[in-house]
């Protein structure tokens, strides 16, 4: 069982940071989504596999300033963004006017059940404590109908085990994806395919990127 007054600090926490450094980070450039690139490229696969499921709405969660939000939009989905930080959700709605975004919490989500036909969190697990991750996982099965799509984004350990990092808003997580893709088995998630790919000049670590369907 989650402990609820651990998990409050930690979204606090993490709202707290983001709201602080959001002009900066709404600024830093996107060339993992501006053109041709793996990242692009699987969110390009999410929309292909949402659209042949016969579309539905998409939620993206923790979807900071908004720009894979307006990715997918650009893609043909129907999509919303959702941030903890209110400051976010501010930038968001004045870079892109005619997006819905709100402000709320990837673990409590405003959506009735199997409601959504996929769900994105583009590096937006990384700061929740491993043993708070699978509350989250179960979150995104309730939303998600059956045979809905499932995108992660993810620092990878590089063979490692979970290990914590000094990421520059606040404290982090990189995953190993067999053991990511194994909480997300286990709140109802099958594995459609996964992308690891090597840091780009600049970059730290290895990006992975875990594409899961819900069961029926």
């Known amino acids: 069982m989650t402990d609820t007054?651990?998990?409050s600090s930690h979204l606090a926490t993490t709202a707290d940071a983001y709201d602080a450094v959001a002009v900066q980070y709404a600024g830093l450039d996107r060339t993992d989504l501006d053109g041709p690139s793996l990242d692009r490229s699987m969110l390009a696969a999410f929309a292909d596999h949402?659209?042949?499921?016969?579309?539905?709405?998409?939620?993206?969660?923790?979807?900071?300033?908004?720009?894979?939000t307006a990715v997918l939009r650009s893609m043909g989905l129907d999509v919303f963004g959702v941030d903890l930080s209110p400051v976010m959700i501010g930038l968001a709605r004045e870079a892109h006017p005619d997006l819905r975004f709100e402000v709320g919490s990837m673990d409590a989500l405003d959506v009735p059940d199997g409601g959504l036909a996929?769900?994105?969190?583009?590096?937006s697990v990384i700061h929740t404590p491993p043993k708070?991750?699978?509350?989250?996982?179960?979150?995104?099965?309730?939303?998600?109908?059956?045979?809905?799509?499932?995108?992660?984004?993810?620092?990878?350990?590089?063979?490692?085990?979970?290990?914590?990092?000094d990421h520059k808003v606040t404290t982090a997580y990189r995953w190993p994806a067999?053991?990511?893709?194994e909480l997300a088995v286990g709140a109802g998630f099958t594995e459609v395919?996964?992308?690891?790919?090597?840091?780009?000049?600049?970059?730290?670590?290895?990006?992975?990127?875990?594409?899961?369907?819900a069961v029926a």
């Open 5 to 7: 007054s651990t998990a």
């Open 50 to 68: 949402v659209r042949a499921e016969g579309d539905g709405t998409v939620a993206e969660v923790g979807c900071g300033p908004g720009p894979v």
């Open 118 to 123: 996929g769900v994105v969190s583009w590096y």
């Open 193 to 213: 395919g996964r992308m690891l790919r090597e840091p780009w000049e600049g970059e730290r670590f290895r990006r992975g990127h875990l594409l899961m369907r």
């Open 132 to 165: 708070e991750v699978p509350p989250y996982f179960a979150e995104f099965r309730r939303v998600l109908a059956p045979g809905g799509l499932l995108l992660l984004a993810f620092f990878e350990s590089e063979g490692g085990p979970v290990t914590e990092f």
């Open 178 to 181: 067999d053991d990511l893709a």
